[in-house]
């Protein structure tokens, strides 16, 4: 067999091997995160986190190669962002509304002291689960679900909490499991 034949061969093999791999882990996520919450919660607290950090890209790559986000919107439908006073800026500037109008219209203070959007599902998702203001998008949004930065470890309870609604966040933390002994 010529060796880039071979090669692809092997490459495409792998990628079905992958794909496989990823579909068990992904059958009844939730479930199965509830079930290794404490798993989760011993691996974020005992893991030495320069090797956490230094395998998050690589597993966050991974994760969004593998879960469409668009098929679940859990964090839209269920939870509201902070809205912080440049996304209040942004957003209302590019609906053309004046920032007390926005606030109005759109967001309440939470117990924070944190304005987050006044309903659930969010107001700007929708029915094809895209988001209506996806490039001005509070940077919450930008930054979910923190797979790929030192948030994922240094707020522990956000990721656990995450980690019950946000299969990416699910599929990390698995994939910190297989490679980290425990």
């Given amino acids: 067999m010529d060796h880039k034949i071979e090669a692809n061969y092997l490459t495409v093999e792998k990628r079905l091997f992958l794909c496989n791999m990823a579909e068990n882990m992904l059958n009844d996520w939730e479930k199965k995160s509830e079930e290794h919450n404490k ?4 691996l974020l607290h005992r893991t030495d986190k320069n090797r956490v950090l230094k ?7 991974e ?42 219209k759109y967001l309440l203070v939470d117990e924070d002291g944190d304005f987050v959007a006044n309903k659930k599902p969010c107001p700007f998702l929708g029915t094809d689960n895209y988001c209506s203001i996806y490039e001005e998008r509070p940077s919450d949004c930008r930054r979910f679900p923190y797979t790929n930065e030192d948030v994922f470890i240094k707020r ?18 698995e994939k910190l499991l297989e490679k980290i002994p425990h």
């Fill in 63 to 104: 994760a969004f190669e593998k879960i469409e986000c668009l098929q679940c919107a859990n964090c839209c439908k269920n939870y509201s962002p902070r809205f912080k006073t440049p996304d209040v800026k942004r957003i209302s500037k590019h609906l053309k509304m004046r920032e007390s109008i926005f606030i109005e």
């Fill in 39 to 42: 798993k989760y919660k011993q």
């Fill in 156 to 173: 522990k309870e956000l990721t656990l909490k995450n980690s019950t609604f946000c299969p990416i966040t699910y599929f990390v933390l």
């Fill in 55 to 61: 395998v998050l890209p690589e597993f966050h790559e």
